[in-house]
């Protein structure tokens, strides 16, 4: 019987004690201040004197940076490597998906904890650092380059996700390849297509873009939903490459043409290109930026890395066969491509209600309301 | 023990509003005095401590759940549930679809689980030593994994099952994947190693006497498995069915991939949903966990009243037995037949399709020219990959660790829940079992926000890993320990106990080595899936404490399934391995155990 | 009634092993080697033996738990295992009763249903209804005095009261024949005792043939017909209680069957039926009747204690009278143990209580020749 009530005692005990530690004391980062001064200090200087300055302050750091990106690990760890070569600075990689990259971010930063020093991920996640302060701002020369619309408060472009449909060649053969997103509601795509579960920006972009290239809201409606009702609905985009190299699907209404061409340089029968090798549907950039950390452990590497990879960085890009966010001669991964502008601000205002836009259309459940 | 309790000094936090039980805050000083010199016995301090350390990683991400789906909004509101349920949400045909996957797949994983548990334990059927491999094999391959080789096995158009089995034979295509039946055979063949792990336990540890006395009386092998051996192993099956059926509907991996395709959207798919927009949702993915937590909920009471007229079903009694198997005589080959084609289902097949995407540069149906391109250049790539032996390692320390010692506090936590008439214990069971609700991100989430703000050195080191692993997998030791503990007669430990042996003699001698096959179970299903754990992992890792599921995610990104693939086959070589060793050791334990009756 | 013949079970040393062990030409190990008897109508036949002899392994091989490797049971004219003909009847089509030691009562059911069960499983065709099976349930749980705890759950009952209960499940059948499987050992010795007669007077009412397996002789000498000492897989002996007792052919069976005073000797003459044999102690004469054995064969003498005649006088008028002096002496309620040393040997004697020597006291012990056993082969 004693152990009984012990059992019940010690459980009260455990609740207080989860809460103390739950609840107990949180200390405020203590680095910021030498973070804001290690920014400032760099951004004092005229431009071309900062990279040196940062240089010789990341020494202080103890040349460390640690980064933070949704870059898969074929192109992380390239970069990084190239970054260490360069200054002579260890990179340690936290790699995770854009979500939980802004999760553990936005953790740390409530807890006053900062463990990043410079972030790299997709857009809609930089943005939502930005507007929650936890990026310091950057004004190096690597700015220069960059053009004025991927240049964003508090963070910069560093490339772009370009989307395009993408089809398995064995099973479309050139006369059945589509020209334009239109196309893919035509009744011959019946079962063929695939979409992907989490494409809502792709659908506000082309949404928004039809809508100023003369349709009616009708119209487009009706366009949507011949398009989701040829389609299946698959998830994750190279999970849907797979399967598309493998002929499991012959098209995808919509994948990053760098996945695409990853997967035909090893000799899948996959394309995003029609044979003529120009392609007339509008290609949606999606930017993909870099941030500095505001409160970060070692800023000046962090300010070194993004100044990096905005100038000599961009060719490491270019070299792993991703879009660069400037212009890099010998960058061949918009050729044959139509861009056009990415409606950055749409998405920031009213991603959520795209997201559930397009999870309802996906669904079925009273499309486009 | 590795895990302290979290940190007992007050840092003048304020309490938080909570659902649990209030704190004893009241003692006054005297009595708190006799209290602690109560309390400072072996026996309580090891008792309380697992207890407190069960009830701590189970209400940390649970009172982090419930402050964000009621408290979010300010104060105390209902709104996430309107969001989550309401409007649009079509959350009531969701919640049906996810119902019938999970107790179908349940339903399934149950039936194969049992029988060829019953067939490895009780029967000489030829092939024992297949059992090893089928029960193992499908848990060590990662979800992702093995519903992609089902993809290949059973696509309409390109799997391999039709192509080359059925389309040549009978000139049709009849197997779809991407049907509600084709999820619950994946999930089903994923999960039945869970119930065939607990079951092999319950049959081993069940006094054959039983079943030969009912042979006596004139019962022929059927009515035998139907009228005695199953009711009687009944605590463990329903152990097993609760837990299996609470997994499909917190899964998202065969749902995401077969599912989809099919338009079958099930309850995760909101939760998955939620999750990956932004702003998060975090009440509304709190307020579906909560319903996941009710159904579960209502799951572990319906098990307590299946199980109510179980509480003298104790079939480990004091009689030393030695357990003799059924004689199959005529049944014998196909016995045989069937373990061969349950492992060529399970493993065979599906490990098949991995070995050949191994080998390939990028997936394709086998063809002279898919195969002209065979190269081992994945493996190589494995090899090759950075940090892969320092995932491998950190892999190796956590799952050690966490099925150790989750294992050892639900072993403790169970007696006191079986054994003991405490005050709450029931509740106690129930809050070991939540943590299989809360979505992994969801426990990341509340991990970090504890640990961020705790002084001690958890947070960005492999401890707040294996943390994150133990809640995680509470659920499972717990069930494995109880329905291990539910077997053994109360009489063995007041024997003991008569003998003059102390509580912890008791536990440790009589105890733990009666519960062995079920402890045993417990971890290596806890070493196995914690080697897959992803969800939780890739918000709590940091640089340089990579684990191996966080490099099969990297490669899945990637988009390098056939590199995946060779590392899955490289993870399943290396665990067979482990697990061997495991079993051998545990058999010299057994056989020591045995020697001394 | 039932005949077993030649029965032999081997055992592997380590199964799963097969191979490797075979290549190494490893010697099987038998459990059983070899046995031979028959069980008459209406008897109670006792397996008695110490742990490993082989009974139990002997029962479960009547009862078709076990295939045995060789031999060959039947039953009246029915043949139930044949090794040589590859017949096995299986253990439920066999019709047998049988009470295992662990009493194996089902824990998921009631008292009723535990009994019930067996009349459940019939084969259709002679299935009782299910009126006709509450009706035998019922009576053959009153035979055995568990009527009035029909409805409790089997676990809720005693250990005397569930060893009935198995008794009563083995019963309800009417089977030809019982297989007791050491019943009585998990209860207490008190409670033990009161079985034993409970048991005997069950199957001499009922009339019931049973096999009963115990390793406990005084358990055998009361409830057996007839008894089958049993040792390293072979039957020593077959005999009634009685002639068990008094006559063991082995050494083993007369050490194993309560204790015995054992002198070894050399037979200096026969003279019909009168054995006179030399031993250290000096001369001693024995009244064998069976097997008379040869002038000059080394022999065993074995005395049992209660046969021991002790005296402080010299009584003369008999054939055998030894003179030693007591060592020690114990009272034991309804008897007293003399330990006597004659000699180098010391003879152990047991008496009615009345008898009482003091330890240094001369005595004069003397056996009557007929209570002497000689066992051959010394």
Redesign the interface.
């Given at each position: 019987?004693?152990?009984?009530?012990?059992?019940?005692?010690?459980?009260?005990?455990?609740?207080?004690?989860?809460?103390?530690?739950?609840?107990?004391?949180?200390?405020p980062g203590a680095s910021s201040g030498t973070a804001n001064s290690a920014y400032s200090q760099i951004s004092a200087l005229p431009k071309a004197q900062q990279r040196a300055k940062a240089q010789e302050l990341a020494k202080k750091e103890g040349n460390t940076l640690?980064l933070y990106t949704s870059m898969?690990?074929?192109v992380a760890?390239p970069v990084a490597k190239a970054f260490e070569k360069k200054f002579d600075i260890h990179v340690?990689?936290?790699?995770?998906?854009s979500?939980?990259v802004?999760?553990?971010t936005s953790?740390?930063e409530?807890?006053g904890?900062p463990?990043g020093d410079a972030v790299e991920t997709d857009f809609?996640?930089m943005a939502?650092m930005a507007q929650n302060g936890f990026l310091a701002d950057y004004a190096g020369s690597g700015l220069d380059k960059v053009d004025p619309s991927g240049r964003f408060t508090h963070w910069t472009a560093s490339r772009f996700n370009v989307f395009q449909p993408a089809w398995n060649t064995n099973l479309i053969k050139p006369a059945d390849e589509p020209h334009s997103w239109e196309d893919l509601a035509s009744p011959k795509y019946k079962g063929k297509l695939?979409v992907e579960?989490?494409d809502s920006d792709w659908y506000e972009n082309l949404t928004k873009y039809w809508l100023d290239h003369g349709k009616t809201q009708a119209q487009v409606d009706a366009l949507w939903k011949a398009i989701i009702g040829n389609s299946?609905?698959?998830?994750?985009?190279?999970?849907m490459?797979?399967?598309l190299?493998?002929?499991?699907s012959p098209i995808e209404a919509m994948n990053y043409t760098y996945?695409t061409d990853?997967?035909e340089k090893?000799?899948?029968p996959v394309t995003h290109l029609p044979a003529d090798g120009v392609s007339k549907i509008p290609a949606f950039a999606r930017p993909n930026g870099v941030g500095m950390i505001k409160d970060a452990k070692h800023p000046a590497a962090a300010w070194l890395f993004y100044d990096w990879l905005l100038t000599d960085g961009q060719q490491e890009l270019v070299d792993l066969g991703l879009t660069p966010s400037t212009k890099i001669p010998g960058d061949q991964s918009l050729k044959g491509t139509t861009l056009v502008p990415f409606d950055v601000t749409g998405l920031t205002k009213e991603?959520?209600d795209w997201?559930k836009k397009y999870?309802?259309l996906l669904?079925g459940?009273?499309a486009g309301? | 023990m590795a895990i302290a309790p979290a940190p007992t000094a007050p840092r003048g936090g304020e309490p938080m509003p909570d659902d649990g039980p209030a704190g004893d805050g009241a003692a006054t000083p005297g009595r708190a005095v006799r209290l602690l010199r109560r309390l400072l016995t072996f026996q309580t301090l090891l008792v309380g401590g697992s207890v407190v350390v069960v009830g701590y990683l189970a209400l940390v991400p649970l009172g982090y759940l419930f402050h964000d789906t009621f408290l979010s909004g300010g104060g105390f509101s209902f709104d996430a549930f309107s969001r989550a349920y309401g409007g649009d949400s079509q959350s009531g045909s969701m919640m049906l679809n996810s119902l019938w996957f999970a107790f179908g797949s349940a339903a399934l994983a149950l039936l194969l689980g049992t029988a060829l548990a019953y067939v490895q334990v009780r029967t000489d059927t030829p092939f024992k030593g297949l059992f090893f491999a089928a029960s193992l094999v499908p848990l060590i391959i990662p979800g992702i994994l093995y519903a992609t080789s089902w993809i290949f096995l059973g696509d309409p158009t390109i799997g391999l099952l039709n192509t080359l089995v059925f389309k040549p034979l009978f000139g049709a295509s009849p197997i779809n994947i991407f049907s509600v039946w084709g999820m619950i055979w994946v999930q089903g063949l994923h999960l039945a190693p869970v119930a065939f792990l607990l079951m092999v336990a319950a049959f081993r540890a069940m006094d054959p006497s039983l079943e030969e006395s009912a042979a006596m009386s004139g019962a022929g092998r059927g009515t035998i498995l139907w009228r005695i051996t199953l009711p009687l192993v009944r605590p463990a099956m329903i152990s097993g069915a609760l837990l299996m059926f609470v997994q499909s509907l917190e899964s998202f991996e065969v749902p995401g991939l077969l599912g989809l395709q099919n338009g079958t959207y099930v309850f995760t798919s909101r939760i998955y949903f939620v999750l990956r927009a932004y702003p998060i949702d975090y009440g509304a993915a709190g307020a579906y966990a909560i319903g996941l937590l009710a159904i579960a909920a209502a799951g572990v009471l319906l098990s307590a009243w299946l199980q109510r007229s179980s509480r003298n079903f104790q079939t480990v009694t004091g009689k030393a037995f030695r357990p003799r198997p059924v004689e199959l005589g005529r049944a014998r080959p196909l016995a045989g037949a069937a373990v061969i084609g349950y492992f060529l289902l399970t493993v065979v097949l599906p490990i098949a399709v991995l070995i050949y995407a191994s080998l390939l540069k990028y997936y394709a149906v086998p063809s002279r020219k898919a195969i002209k391109t065979m190269s081992l250049n994945n493996y190589r790539e494995v090899l090759h990959t950075p940090l892969a032996f320092t995932a491998l390692k950190n892999s190796l320390v956590l799952g050690v660790g966490a099925a150790t010692v989750v294992m050892l506090l639900t072993a403790i936590v169970s007696w006191v829940v079986l054994r003991t008439k405490a005050p709450g214990r029931r509740l106690l069971d129930m809050l070991a079992f939540t943590p299989i609700v809360i979505p992994g991100l969801v426990l990341g989430l509340a991990l970090s926000f504890v640990y961020l703000r705790s002084s001690l050195p958890i947070y960005g080191t492999l401890l707040i890993l294996l943390i994150s692993y133990c809640t995680r997998y509470l659920p499972y030791g717990m069930r494995y320990s109880s329905a291990a503990m539910a077997q053994i007669s109360p009489e063995l430990e007041e024997s003991a106990a008569v003998s003059g042996a102390s509580w912890f003699q008791t536990f440790r001698r009589v105890v733990l080595p009666l519960m062995s096959s079920g402890f045993l179970a417990g971890w290596v299903y806890i070493l196995v899936v914690s080697f897959r754990e992803l969800s939780s992992t890739i918000l709590l890792y940091s640089p340089g404490k990579e684990v191996l599921s966080v490099l099969i995610w990297e490669q899945f990104e990637n988009g390098q399934f056939t590199t995946l693939a060779a590392l899955g086959v490289c993870m399943v070589v290396i665990l067979v391995l482990l697990v061997s060793v495991a079993y051998r050791l545990g058999a010299r334990f057994g056989l020591q155990g045995d020697s001394t009756n | 009634m039932l005949t077993v013949e030649s029965l032999a079970k081997s055992y592997e040393d380590s199964p799963g092993r097969r191979s490797r062990r075979a290549a190494e030409g490893t010697t099987r190990h038998f459990a059983v080697d070899g046995v031979d008897f028959e069980v008459h109508d209406g008897e109670l036949f006792t397996l008695l033996g110490p742990s490993g002899c082989g009974k139990t392994t002997t029962l479960r091989s009547i009862a078709g738990l076990e295939r045995p490797t060789k031999g060959r049971v039947t039953l009246g004219g029915r043949v139930l295992f044949d090794a040589g003909k590859g017949i096995n009847l299986k253990a439920n089509s066999r019709g047998f009763g049988m009470v295992f030691q662990s009493y194996a009562i089902w824990p998921h059911l009631s008292v009723f249903k535990n009994v019930s069960f067996p009349l459940e499983v019939m084969p259709r065709a002679s299935r009782p209804g299910r009126k006709e099976i509450e009706e035998r349930v019922e009576r053959v749980l009153d035979v055995i005095e568990l009527g009035s705890y029909a409805r409790r759950p089997a676990t809720k009952l005693s250990g005397g009261q569930q060893q009935r209960l198995a008794l009563a499940r083995a019963l309800v059948t009417q089977p030809e024949l019982m297989l007791l499987d050491e019943p009585l050992s998990n209860l207490d010795a008190k409670l033990r005792e009161t079985m034993r007669f409970e048991l005997k007077r069950l199957q001499r009412e009922l009339n019931l043939t049973a096999i009963y397996v115990t390793h406990d002789q005084s358990e055998a000498l009361v409830m057996s017909n007839r008894i089958a000492v049993m040792d390293k897989g072979r039957i020593e002996q077959i005999g009634k209680p009685r002639e068990i007792y008094t006559r063991p052919a082995s050494r083993f069976v007369a050490e194993f069957i309560g204790t015995a005073n054992f002198i070894e000797a050399t037979v200096l003459s026969v003279t019909g039926d009168e054995v006179v044999v030399d031993c250290a102690q000096g001369r001693l004469v024995a009244r064998q009747v069976e097997s008379p054995p040869a002038v000059g064969d080394s022999v065993l003498v074995s005395i049992r204690p209660e046969s021991v005649d002790i005296s402080t006088t010299r009584r003369g008028d008999v054939p055998t009278e030894w003179t030693g002096t007591v060592v020690t002496r114990a009272f034991m309620g309804d008897v007293v143990d003399h330990i006597v040393a004659v000699g180098k040997q010391e003879i152990h004697c047991r008496s009615n209580p009345t008898v009482s020597i003091q330890p240094g006291t001369e005595v004069h012990l003397s056996v009557a020749p007929e209570k002497v056993t000689l066992v051959p082969g010394a």
């Open positions: 019987m004693r152990t009984t009530r012990n059992a019940a005692l010690a459980v009260s005990a455990l609740v207080a004690a989860a809460l103390v530690t739950a609840c107990g004391g949180s200390s640690s898969t690990a074929d760890t340690s990689v936290f790699r995770a998906n979500e939980t802004l999760q553990r953790q740390e409530q807890a904890r463990g809609v996640e939502a695939t579960i989490s299946k609905v698959s998830k994750g985009h190279t999970t490459m797979q399967f190299s493998a002929g499991q996945i990853r997967a090893k000799g899948a991603g959520a997201d999870d309802q669904r459940a009273s309301k | - | -």
